[in-house]
């Protein structure tokens, strides 16, 4: 009996050796977030691979080409001076390779995939997909004209505005886009399928 005080005592005594619960990792309690997030970033890894590879082979030289010459035909409507080559354009104060990247096709990638992953159905995806690729297409377009302008009058923006500006407001874009599918098809498909 007085061994097993005297370990009591001990154990009480030395601060070091006192029994510290493990913290805790907060457990997701919806799984539905995790699996949502998971595939939203496999679909967008999966599609990002794919345009990779195909636009390695060549396969997108066209959309390339169609973004160039769409974009110049408006550059010369509008006054300014430009001049095309395949998927080259000569501007006043610059040089621009339309490349993949420079067709918003990652952005749509991200739409479609935020889309996919949301839970609505089929009709409300498809509503989604086929407003807003050519939504996203215009921006776009409105983005390379905004930038011949921009090369035009303040040439020393035009970085700035291509890596920074344009980055930011596309992303806010399909945000906002995403956001009011969600309100006006989706919540609207909901409510009207509860009323019957």
Not at 1 to 22: E, F, G, H, L, Y
Not at 30 to 49: E, H, N, S
Not at 90 to 108: D, G, H, P, Q
């Amino acid at each position: 009996m007085k061994k097993k005080n005297a370990d009591s005592k001990r154990k009480q005594a030395d601060p070091v050796k006192k029994q510290v619960p493990a913290k805790q990792i907060p457990a997701i309690k919806d799984k539905r977030y995790l699996k949502a997030a998971l595939l939203f970033c496999g679909i967008v890894i999966l599609l990002d691979l794919v345009v990779w590879y195909v636009g390695r082979k060549e396969y997108l030289a066209f959309l390339d080409i169609f973004i160039s010459e769409v974009i110049t035909k408006l550059i010369l409507l509008s006054g300014l001076e430009a001049r095309i080559d395949s998927n080259t354009i000569y501007l006043a104060n610059s040089t621009w390779v339309v490349t993949t990247e420079c067709t918003a096709i990652f952005i749509k990638i991200v739409f479609t995939s935020f889309v996919l992953v949301y839970p609505a159905s089929l009709r409300s995806k498809a509503i989604a997909i086929l407003a807003g690729i050519p939504v996203i297409f215009t921006a776009n377009i409105l983005r390379l004209y905004l930038m011949a302008w921009i090369d035009k009058l303040k040439p020393a923006f035009s970085v700035y505005f291509h890596n920074y500006v344009w980055q930011i407001v596309f992303i806010v874009m399909v945000v906002f886009m995403w956001l009011v599918w969600i309100e006006k098809v989706v919540n609207h498909e909901t409510k009207a399928a509860v009323s019957r």
